[in-house]
């Protein structure tokens, strides 16, 4: 199946620093990726949407000026998150269309977020 | 968007049959019906997908019933290293996925 990679798996940053996490698909063209957040023990909650080429939409609630999405190609979208805090401390998804009509999404690993 | 609703919790003994129903009672035409699997920190991974009546392959069975307002996810004698999370999303490639709840499996000796 397709893949998708996220990178980096881990890491760790002060507060006040910003972090970029990258999400590539590596044998497939994504126009649309998707940036889900994890808290422990609850399920994945969508934060954006990333079109290549255009401005990510943002779900509500989620600030766009915190969470910086640039989709500059077809295969790598990033999530840039400002000045991060303690509280920005979480597990970051994203996914990505492979094609086809099914809406069948793949997944990165993962990026765990910690900040001190 | 259709919303899901699946058990948040279910307990299995390993090599027994596991069912886990998902109720999608406002699907749309065009959506279509996929089951991920999540470990502890890891990003969900594809199970199965299926449009309606029944889809089977090499880890799962999926049964979708004639009105498509629900589905059940079958997985035949599981074993221990079936314990996780497993997500059931509705839609297409023209909507944004929204995941619910999940069901967490727990599979014991």
């Known amino acids: 199946g397709a893949v998708v990679s996220q990178h980096p798996s881990r890491v760790i940053c002060k507060s006040g620093t910003s972090v970029k996490i990258e999400c590539r698909s590596l044998?497939?063209?994504?126009?649309?990726m998707f940036w889900y957040r994890q808290f422990p023990k609850q399920s994945l909650m969508l934060m954006a949407t990333s079109n290549e080429g255009s401005k990510a939409t943002y779900e509500q609630g989620v600030e766009k000026d915190k969470f910086l999405i640039n989709h500059a190609s077809l295969t790598l979208s990033t999530l840039t998150v400002t000045s991060a805090h303690p509280e920005d401390s979480s597990f970051y998804i994203c996914s990505a269309y492979a094609g086809g009509n099914t809406g069948e999404l793949f997944f990165g690993e993962g990026s765990r977020l910690t900040v001190l | 968007l259709a919303k899901t609703t699946q058990p948040i919790s279910m307990d299995s003994y390993e090599g027994q049959e596991v069912n886990i129903t998902c109720s999608h009672n406002?699907?749309?035409?065009?959506?279509?019906i996929t089951w991920y699997q999540q470990f502890p920190s890891q990003g969900p991974r594809f199970i199965i997908q299926g449009y309606k009546t029944k889809v089977t392959n090499e880890v799962a069975s999926l049964f979708i019933p004639a009105d498509r307002k629900s589905s059940t996810l079958s997985l035949p004698r599981v074993s221990l290293s079936d314990t996780a999370v497993y997500y059931c999303l509705v839609g297409d490639t023209a909507s944004k996925l929204t995941f619910g709840t999940g069901t967490r499996l727990q599979v014991t000796l």
């Open positions: 406002n699907i749309a035409t065009n959506d279509y």
């Open positions: 044998d497939f063209q994504a126009t649309t």
